[in-house]
Structure formats: structure tokens, C-alpha cells
């Protein structure tokens, strides 16, 4: 069974950048699916961005609000997918999960995914 460790959060301000790392254990995920959830308090968990395939030559997929802001990548041999958030907006504000998805189908939907890191919190200030 894989798991997965989030780190890379943190509290600061409008208009900085983070980078959020997802380190796999217990097996590899290079071919697998791989996403970025978010979770803010009272509301649903949202998509953020996803990898489809090998991460060489893979697809991406973004949440309109965090297009152009923010890119999801992987490095095979360390095991690792990234987020790297640029221009944090106060609403970017929740906590970020990663996630694997072993069948792929919508990649989109938190439902699709089978295994959940711990997650870890993003607080953009204004």
C-alpha cells in the first residue's frame, strides 16, 4: 500500500509562492494518476491540479482558479509530485491533500482517488 507525506505549507502573503511536495512510500507511482486536493473549512474538498500517465511526456489538468498560477509536476526517481504555487491568493487559503489514483477515469473527482496523504495547511494572508 502506498503512502503519502505532504510537506511544503505554510503562512504567508498575498502575492508570495509555495512549493508542496508529496513523497510516495511502499511502492512507486510513476504510472500511476496523481492530484492536488484542497480543502478550506465548511467547504467540500475541490480539485486543484492533476498528472496522468508517466510523469515524462504526461498530461496536466488545473482548476480554472489556480490556472496559470500554479503547476503540478513529478520526479520519478525521487518518488515525489510537486505543486508549485505562484501569486497565493487568501482564497488559495485551506489544506492541501495529495492523492494517487490506481484505474484512472474522471481525475477530476475526489472519488476517483484511492489513497490520501495527511495533508498540510496553506494560509495566505492579505
Known amino acids: 500500500q502506498v503512502q503519502l507525506v505532504e510537506s511544503g505549507g505554510g503562512l504567508v502573503q498575498a502575492g508570495a509562492s509555495l512549493r508542496l511536495s508529496c513523497v510516495a512510500s511502499g511502492g512507486t507511482f510513476s504510472s500511476y494518476h496523481m492530484g492536488w486536493f484542497r480543502q478550506a473549512p465548511g467547504k467540500e474538498r475541490e480539485f486543484v491540479a492533476a498528472?496522468?500517465?508517466?510523469?515524462?511526456?504526461?498530461?496536466?489538468y488545473y482548476a480554472d482558479s489556480v490556472k496559470g498560477r500554479f503547476t503540478i509536476s513529478g520526479d520519478n526517481a525521487k518518488n515525489t509530485v510537486y505543486l508549485q504555487m505562484n501569486s497565493l491568493k487568501p482564497e488559495d487559503t485551506a489544506v492541501y491533500y495529495c492523492?494517487?489514483?490506481?484505474?484512472?477515469?474522471?481525475?477530476?473527482?475526489?472519488?476517483?482517488?484511492?489513497?490520501w496523504g495527511q495533508g498540510t495547511q496553506v494560509t495566505v494572508s492579505s
Open positions: 492523492a494517487v489514483n490506481y484505474r484512472g477515469g474522471y481525475l477530476l473527482s475526489a472519488g476517483q482517488y484511492e489513497t
Open positions: 498528472i496522468s500517465s508517466r510523469w515524462a511526456g504526461s498530461r496536466t
